[in-house]
């Protein structure tokens, strides 16, 4: 090979190699450009603390719960807990829900937004616990909205509650798996995945959420805050606002709102099937409870009911490919 030619190849090849050395320089300069960003805005990102009750978090920032709920308030949404014919006497008390909320609000359970949303977070929460656990249907006085957190527990099971065909959470032996708790807990694989959510063993010990109150109080605010599958929002996000429909939710009439926290939370159960009155129930209760605490059922938001919306999760899909709803 000629001097001159084998020098024209050594020569091309270095050109050919700093070039690379540049390009590939130049794009690690913009990806720790970028990453630089991303922690330079994680950093600048204010953090608070305000003790037991919400510290570490940003939602922090806001107000706690107990800033705007307060004992007399919890006293006035269930003031016939406690009445002579409820079922669980003594049982709900304000210092469990605050202890059970004290491990949530860091996430953004009602400490989400300004005040406003925060205390209809509350309200659309506490309108799930009340009329899944209230007696008032034609019992006493004041109507089943002044009745929430009678029980504790399903008076009369309909069956065992054990699917035998889920492996992940098999049935323990000895284990009633009916419904339990502040938004009743059925179904083995439902216990054991909300004790992982509140790192306690249900699936061995379902009882536990009809003998400790913050523990059932826990389960509930895991279930709202909590998405069922991968790419699904929870009922926590639906309400706040932190989810953006798809085009197929458009079309399905799925919706940010109350009444896609129905949704969320019983599928078509309660969704889908019109103005049936299981649903109106639980948007009673919410509006209710908003008219207590002074916000307003003129302020319940938009897309409050689920009559027209397709389930996120079908109930004719296999436990195993999702949790069914309670």
């Known amino acids: 090979m000629k001097r001159k030619t084998r020098n024209k190849i050594i020569l091309t090849t270095l050109l050919v190699s700093a070039a690379a050395i540049l390009i590939g320089g130049t794009v690690a300069l913009i990806l720790t450009a970028g990453t630089w960003k991303v922690k330079m ?13 919400c510290s570490g978090s940003k939602y922090c920032c806001n107000d706690t719960i107990t800033d705007f709920f307060k004992v007399y308030q919890f006293e006035n949404l269930f003031s016939k807990r406690n009445s002579p014919v409820a079922h669980a006497v003594g049982f709900w008390d304000y210092q469990a829900f605050i202890t059970a909320a004290a491990l949530f609000e860091p996430l953004g359970f009602c400490t989400t937004g300004g005040k406003q949303m925060q205390m209809m977070e509350l309200c659309a929460f506490l309108g799930h616990v009340g009329s899944k656990t209230s007696c008032g ?3 006493a ?14 008076m009369s099971p309909k069956e065992d509650y054990c699917d035998k065909t889920n492996l992940q959470y098999p049935c323990v032996e000895g284990a009633e798996y009916y419904g339990r708790g502040a938004i009743p807990v059925f179904w ?4 054991g995945a909300a004790g992982d959510g509140i790192h306690e063993d249900l699936l061995h010990h379902p009882e536990y959420l009809e003998q400790n109150a913050t523990m059932a109080f826990m389960a509930a605010m895991w279930r709202w805050m909590t998405p069922m599958k991968k790419k699904q929002p929870s009922a926590h996000d639906v309400f706040v606002g932190n989810w953006k429909p798809t085009k197929n939710d458009t079309l399905a009439k799925r919706l940010p709102g109350f ?3 129905m949704n969320v939370l019983y599928g078509d159960q309660i969704c889908g099937k019109g103005y049936i009155d299981d649903m109106n129930v639980i948007i009673s209760h919410y509006q209710y409870y908003l008219d207590l605490m002074g916000v307003g059922r003129e302020h319940s938001g938009d897309n409050r009911d689920c009559a027209e919306q397709a389930a996120f999760n079908p109930s004719y899909k296999k436990p195993d490919d ?4 309670s």
Do not use: M
Request: glycine content about 14%; overall charge negative; hydrophobic content about 20%.
């Open 259 to 261: 009444g896609a926290t």
């Open 188 to 191: 083995n694989y439902n216990y």
């Open 41 to 53: 805005k994680e950093s600048h990102e204010k953090i608070c603390n305000k003790g037991w009750e």
């Open 322 to 325: 999702q949790q069914q709803q």
């Open 137 to 139: 249907f034609g019992v």
């Open 141 to 154: 006085t004041g109507g089943p909205t002044a009745w929430g957190l009678c029980y504790n527990h399903e």
